[in-house]
C-alpha cells in the first residue's frame, strides 16, 4: 500500500507528525486487529505492508488519512486536500512475495538518502525495519510472523534477515513490485515471452501482485462477494433487515443493539451485527457507529469479536432468507 502526498508535496513537516502519524496507525490496527508486517515514512509517501483483519482496509485508511490530514491542515494552516486522490493498493501473494517486499519497503529511507547505510537505518524510528531487529518497539507491528519465515530461534532469524536485506541493497528500485500487474504475474519479460511462445494463457490485474493462478483466484473470490452483496441489496437486506434478523436469531429486542448494552447476549448479537454489516454489506464504521449509537472503535471491536467467536455457520444462516 502506498500513500502520496498531493502534487508530491511533503505529508511530514517534521518528527511530530511523524509520531502522529504513527500514533493514529498503531491505534487502528491494533483496534481492528490488522496485522502490519512492514512499513516506512518519507517525506512526501508512506509504504505500509498490511494483511486484512475484520474491517476491510478501506475503511481503515480512510479513518487513518482523514483524521490525519484534518489534524495537519489544522496545525499548519493549510486549506485543500493533503494526500493525492486515493492510496494505492496493491494485494499480494504472501508465500511469494512476503520477503521480497518487507526488504523493499524497509529499504526506502536508505535509497532516499535518509540514512546514510544499513547500519543506521537499524536504528531508524519511522521505519519497521529497527522493529524487526529489536532495537524499537511498535506493539502493532507483527514481528514475530516476519523473523518466522527467516528461521528459528530469534537470534538466528534477525541474522538471516539482516543478511537478506543486506543483499537487496545492491538490487535498486523494483518497479515490479509496485506496478505492471502482467509482468509482475509472469515473472518480467522473459517469463512473458515464454508463456506467449508456449501459448500459455496469462491472468493478470494491476492490482495483483502474484502468480496467474492466485490472481485467478482473487478476482474469483472477490466477484463472489460482489455477487452476494448484490443479492442481499436484490432481496432488501439492508441494515434495518440485519438489525431485526440478529435480533430474531439472537433472542434480543432490535432496539438493544442501539442502546450501547453491555450485556453478554446483546454484545454478541452486536458482534454479528457489526462483523456482517461490514464485511458483507460493505458499511462503514462511522456510518455503523451513528446507527447503532456508539463509537467508530466499538464497531471496530464488535467486527473482530464478531470475526473471531462466530461459528460459520450461524453467519451462513444470518445470510440466508429468513
Keep these: 500500500m502506498i500513500i502520496r502526498g498531493i502534487e508530491r508535496r ?35 509517501h508512506v509504504h505500509l505492508l498490511l494483511r486484512t483483519g475484520s474491517i476491510p482496509l478501506a475503511g481503515i485508511m480512510r479513518r487513518l488519512l482523514t483524521g490525519y490530514a484534518v489534524t495537519f491542515i489544522h496545525r499548519y494552516r493549510r486549506h485543500g486536500h493533503h494526500f493525492r486522490n486515493r492510496y494505492k493498493s496493491i494485494l499480494c501473494e504472501e508465500d511469494v512475495y512476503l520477503q521480497e517486499l518487507v526488504r523493499y519497503i524497509h529499504l526506502n529511507p536508505l535509497r532516499a538518502g535518509l540514512v546514510k547505510d544499513l547500519k543506521e537505518l537499524g536504528s531508524y524510528a519511522y521505519s519497521g525495519h529497527s522493529v ?3 532495537k524499537r518497539k511498535r506493539d502493532w507491528q507483527d514481528r514475530g510472523y516476519v523473523l518466522g519465515y527467516f528461521g528459528q530461534p530469534e537470534r538466528e532469524a ?14 535498486g528500485r523494483k518497479p515490479e513490485l509496485v506496478g505492471g500487474g ?16 508456449s501459448g500459455q494463457r496469462v491472468k493478470s490485474d494491476e492490482r495483483i501482485l502474484g502468480s496467474s493462478e492466485f490472481v485467478d483466484r482473487v478476482l474469483r473470490e472477490a466477484g463472489e462477494q460482489l455477487e452476494r452483496r448484490s443479492r442481499l441489496r436484490r432481496r432488501g437486506a439492508d441494515l434495518r433487515w440485519f438489525i431485526e434478523r440478529v435480533a430474531v436469531v439472537f433472542g434480543v429486542e432490535a ?6 448494552s453491555r450485556s453478554r447476549k446483546v454484545g454478541k448479537a ?5 462483523y456482517i454489516a461490514v464485511r ?7 456510518f455503523l457507529a451513528k446507527e447503532l449509537r456508539i463509537s467508530p472503535s466499538a464497531v471496530s471491536k464488535s467486527a473482530v469479536r464478531g470475526r473471531r467467536e462466530l461459528d460459520h455457520a450461524v453467519i451462513q444462516g444470518l445470510l440466508e432468507s429468513p
Design 270 to 274: 452486536r458482534a454479528a451485527l457489526c
Design 132 to 134: 524487526l531487529l529489536g
Design 10 to 44: 511533503v505529508i511530514f513537516r517534521n518528527n511530530g507528525d511523524r509520531d502522529a502519524f504513527l500514533d493514529r496507525l498503531g491505534e487502528l490496527l491494533l483496534g481492528s486487529s490488522t496485522p502490519c508486517y512492514a512499513w516506512a515514512l518519507l517525506s512526501n
Design 158 to 171: 534477525k541474522r538471516e534477515y539482516l543478511s537478506f536485506v543486506s543483499k537487496g541493497i545492491d538490487e
Design 280 to 286: 458483507e454489506l460493505g458499511l462503514s464504521c462511522a
Design 255 to 260: 432496539e438493544d443493539l442501539k442502546t450501547g
Design 182 to 197: 502482467l509482468l509482475r504475474c509472469v515473472g518480467g519479460w522473459k517469463g512473458l515471452k515464454e508463456a506467449r511462445e
